[in-house]
C-alpha cells in the first residue's frame, strides 16, 4: 500500500521527509488504516495527484481481487494476493476524471509474483492493452506502456497469465511522463551504516578507469566539432578507445579510413580524425578491427590464410603513418581485432566443429610484432574479446600470446531487451566482478613477471542497439554505469571505456553534443573519484542489496565516499560529511549537510567528502 491515497475525509497533515538536499513532502495519507471493502465502485475511483501533479495512484486495496495481505515488503505494508487461477482478475479500478488526466498517460503496476495484463472495460467490452512479462521476487514497478486516454476506457482490469506462480498486487499508477521515476512512492530502507577502514589502501582508482570509446569521432567532422570537443575534455576520460565497425572500410564512408582504390590507408582522413586528440592528457587508443574486404576473398569473416602477413603489415603501416611527424603527440596504445572470438572460437564451437583460435593468435602475434617493429616506443593489445565468461578462449588466448601482449581487453553487455526491469537490469551491474577476478588471475599465471594490464573496453546495458533501451540515455544509464565500474574495479580491472562518445542510442553525449546523465556522471567521478581505495563495510551488510559504496583518498589527503543505490526505495545513511553531491533522476547537484540521516534517492548516487 503507497502512502499516497487518501482513505477518510479525515486527512493528516504532509510528513515530512528529511534529506541532505532538501525537505521533500511525502504524500496525503489517512489518520486511520480503513478496512477495504470488496463491493464493486461503479463511480470513478478515488485517486489524487501526489506531490508532483503527474501521477494517480490506484491502490489495489480498494477492490481488492483476492485477499488483503500485511507483509512488511510490501510498500505501506499490504498488498492484494491471488489465488492461482489462470487469467482470473487481479486487479479493477475506475479511471479518474478524464478532466484531470492528461492526453496520454504512462501505466505503471507495482507487483510481485507472476505475469499480468493490462485491460480496459467500456460498457460491457473488454479490450487487451499490454502484458507485463517475467516474474518479480520482490515488489517491483514493471511498466504497462503508454496509452492514449481513450484507449484505457471506463475502468481498467489486471489478469494473471496461466495457472502458476501466484500475482500480488500493490497498486497502479498512471503518469504523465514517459518514463516516471516511481522510487520516491517507496517508503524508505533500515538506516545503513558505511564504515571505511583508512589504516591501507587495497588499489588505485585512476582515470583510466573512467574512459569512453570514441566511435563517432572516427568521423573528422565530428570530432572536430567544437561543441563535441568542449564536453569531450569535460568527460576527461582516461582512456579513448577509438572505434568503429566501418573504420577499416572505404573512406568514401564517413565513418572509413581506408582508400580501397590504392589499398592503403587514407593519409588525410586517419590524421584529420586523430588531429583533436593528440594532446589531450588521456590514453588514446585506436583500435583496428579488422581486415579490409579484399583481404577475406571468400567473405566468410576470417583472413585469408595467405594474407596473414600483409594484414600486420597493413596494421603497421598505420603505426607508422600515425606517429611519423616528430612534431605531432604520438599515439602509443593499439589495439587488433575486435570480437574476433565469436567468429573464431564461439560459432564454430556452437557449430560442433574445430575452433580456429590458433589462428586468432597468430594474426595477432604477427600484427602485434609488426606495429613495434614500426615503432618501438608503442603498447599492443587485445583481443577486445565479446564474451567476458568464456574462460576457455580467454586462456587458451593468453598462453599463446602472453609475450607479445601490452593489455588484454574484453567487452561486457547485460541485456538485449528493454523490457527488462530496472531491478534484473541493475543487479546485472554486478557482473563484471568475477570475470575481472578470473582474468586478472589468467594474465598473472601466464606473465608473473611482467603485468599484463585488464581493459574492459566496451560496456553499457543492451547489447542490441536496435532495442533503443532508454535507460541508456537518461539517468538510470549513469547510476548503472557507476554501479559497474566499482563492481569492475572491485575485481581488479586496470581500465575501462564505456560505449560509446556520442550517437542516438549508446552515448555519453547526445548526437548533437550535449552531454547526457551518464556523461555528466563520468565527468563527475573523473573530477572526485581518483586516488587511492580503501575498503568499505556496510552495515548492515547489503550484499547483494541496494548499495555499494567505494572510498578514496585523493593526493591531497581528502577523504571521498561514493555510494550507489541501485534499490527502488530511498535508502537512509548513517555517516557524517562535509560535502556531497547527489545524481538521481534530477541530474547532479550539492547535498547540505544535516544532523538528520541522509536519505539516496532510489537509482542514484552521491559522493560524499568526509
Request: glycine share 6%; with cysteine; aromatic share 8%.
Amino acid at each position: 500500500m503507497l502512502e499516497s491515497t487518501i482513505r477518510s475525509n479525515q486527512l493528516c497533515l504532509p510528513s515530512l521527509l528529511q534529506t541532505a538536499s532538501c525537505v521533500i513532502p511525502l504524500f496525503f495519507a489517512s489518520c486511520e488504516k480503513k478496512t477495504p471493502s470488496a463491493t464493486t465502485r461503479t463511480e470513478p475511483a478515488e485517486v489524487h495527484p501526489s506531490v508532483l501533479p503527474t501521477q494517480w495512484i490506484l491502490e489495489a486495496e480498494d477492490q481488492p481481487k483476492g485477499e488483503v495481505k500485511q507483509d512488511a515488503t510490501a510498500h505501506g505494508g499490504a498488498y492484494v494476493y491471488a489465488q492461482n487461477g489462470s487469467y482470473q482478475e487481479v486487479f479493477a479500478a475506475a479511471m479518474p476524471e478524464a478532466t484531470v488526466l492528461p492526453a496520454e498517460v504512462t501505466v505503471s503496476v507495482l507487483r510481485r509474483g507472476g505475469p499480468v495484463q493490462l485491460k480496459s472495460v467500456t460498457g460491457n467490452q473488454q479490450k487487451d492493452i499490454e502484458w507485463s512479462w517475467g516474474e518479480c521476487e520482490d515488489f517491483e514497478w514493471r511498466s504497462l506502456g503508454r496509452h492514449p486516454l481513450e484507449q484505457l476506457g471506463e475502468r481498467l482490469v489486471l489478469i494473471r497469465g496461466e495457472n502458476g506462480k501466484p500475482v500480488e498486487i500493490d497498486a497502479v499508477v498512471l503518469s504523465a511522463e514517459p518514463s516516471p521515476n516511481l522510487g520516491s512512492l517507496m517508503p524508505p530502507l533500515p538506516s545503513t551504516k558505511i564504515s571505511v577502514d583508512w589504516t591501507h589502501a587495497v588499489g588505485e582508482v585512476t582515470s583510466d578507469h573512467f574512459g569512453i570509446n570514441g566511435f563517432s569521432m572516427v568521423d573528422p567532422l565530428i570530432g572536430q566539432n567544437p561543441e563535441y570537443q568542449k564536453n569531450l575534455r569535460a568527460i576527461n576520460p582516461g582512456i579513448l578507445r577509438i572505434h568503429s565497425a566501418e573504420l577499416h572500410g572505404s573512406s568514401s564512408n564517413k565513418s572509413g579510413w581506408v582508400d580501397e582504390k590504392n589499398r592503403c590507408w587514407d593519409r588525410r582522413r586517419v590524421l584529420a580524425a586523430l588531429a583533436p586528440v593528440r594532446n589531450l592528457p588521456l590514453r588514446t587508443m585506436p583500435c583496428i578491427s579488422s581486415w579490409p574486404e579484399w583481404m577475406d576473398a571468400n567473405h566468410d569473416g576470417m583472413l585469408d590464410s595467405d594474407q596473414f602477413d600483409a594484414f600486420a603489415a597493413f596494421c603497421a603501416d598505420l603505426v607508422r603513418l600515425v606517429n611519423a611527424d616528430a612534431s605531432q603527440a604520438p599515439v602509443l596504445w593499439w589495439e587488433v581485432t575486435n570480437e574476433k572470438d565469436d567468429r573464431y572460437f564461439t560459432h564454430l564451437r556452437d557449430a560442433k566443429v574445430p575452433d580456429r583460435l590458433d589462428e586468432l593468435a597468430k594474426i595477432y602475434r604477427l600484427a602485434a610484432a609488426a606495429m613495434k617493429a614500426a615503432d618501438s616506443r608503442i603498447r599492443v593489445g587485445g583481443p577486445s574479446a565479446l564474451n567476458s565468461y568464456n574462460m576457455d578462449f580467454h586462456d587458451r588466448f593468453i598462453k599463446a600470446t602472453a609475450d607479445a601482449l601490452d593489455f588484454y581487453s574484453v567487452h561486457l553487455y547485460v541485456s538485449g531487451n528493454k523490457g527488462d526491469s530496472d531491478a534484473s537490469v541493475f543487479k546485472r551491474a554486478d557482473s563484471p566482478f568475477q570475470p575481472m577476478k578470473m582474468l586478472v588471475q589468467a594474465l598473472h599465471q601466464a606473465s608473473p613477471d611482467r603485468k599484463i594490464e585488464l581493459i574492459l573496453n566496451e560496456y553499457n546495458i543492451s547489447w542490441d542497439w536496435q532495442q533503443r533501451d532508454p535507460r541508456m540515455v537518461d539517468w538510470r544509464g549513469a547510476v548503472w554505469d557507476a554501479w559497474f565500474i566499482v563492481q569492475a574495479i572491485k575485481g581488479g580491472v586496470d581500465g575501462l571505456a564505456g560505449w560509446n562518445d556520442s550517437d542516438g542510442i549508446y552515448g555519453k553525449m547526445s548526437p548533437d553534443f550535449k552531454l547526457r546523465p551518464s556523461g555528466e556522471s563520468l565527468a563527475l567521478l573523473n573530477r572526485k573519484m581518483i586516488g587511492s581505495r580503501y575498503e568499505c563495510t556496510l552495515t548492515p551488510d547489503a550484499g547483494s542489496g541496494p548499495l555499494n559504496a567505494m572510498a578514496i583518498r585523493v593526493k591531497d589527503g581528502t577523504q571521498r565516499l561514493l555510494v550507489i543505490n541501485r534499490g527502488s526505495r530511498p535508502s537512509p545513511l548513517t555517516l557524517r560529511f562535509k560535502f556531497a553531491v547527489l545524481m538521481d533522476s534530477s541530474g547532479s547537484r550539492p547535498l547540505q549537510t544535516s544532523s538528520e540521516p541522509t536519505v539516496l534517492p532510489p537509482l542514484s548516487y552521491a559522493i560524499f567528502e568526509m
